[in-house]
Nanobody
């Protein structure tokens, strides 16, 4: 069945880095646009980044220059490299396509 499983979240100090991963299964990963979104405590969902099936990348202004989205089609895995993290990046991060993963918590403190 179609599934997305995020990993790589955790606690990091401001200025630090984390790399999130999203393992996809049950669909032709290379054919789909993939997305990262986040939900900070008490706030709504915020789009973070997208990558097209052709590898074109897009970023929210709030993360541009700090985050990098990528994917490995051979491994059916989506990544989000997050550098220069700020306290306001604290959120649950989700990967998504036509479905959503369960999310992974990122805390910057």
């Amino acid at each position: 069945h179609v599934q997305l499983v995020e990993s790589g979240g955790g606690l990091v100090q401001p200025g630090g880095s984390l790399r999130l991963s999203c393992a996809a299964s049950g669909f032709t990963f290379s054919s789909y646009w993939m997305y990262w979104a986040r939900q900070a405590p008490g706030k709504g969902f915020e789009w973070v980044s997208s990558i097209s099936n052709g590898g074109c990348t897009y970023y929210a202004d709030s993360v541009k220059g700090r985050f990098t989205i990528s994917k490995d089609n051979a491994k059916n895995t989506l990544y989000l490299q997050m550098n220069s993290l700020k306290t306001e990046d604290t959120a649950v991060y989700y990967c998504a396509t036509s479905i959503w993963g369960q999310g992974t918590q990122v805390t910057v403190s």
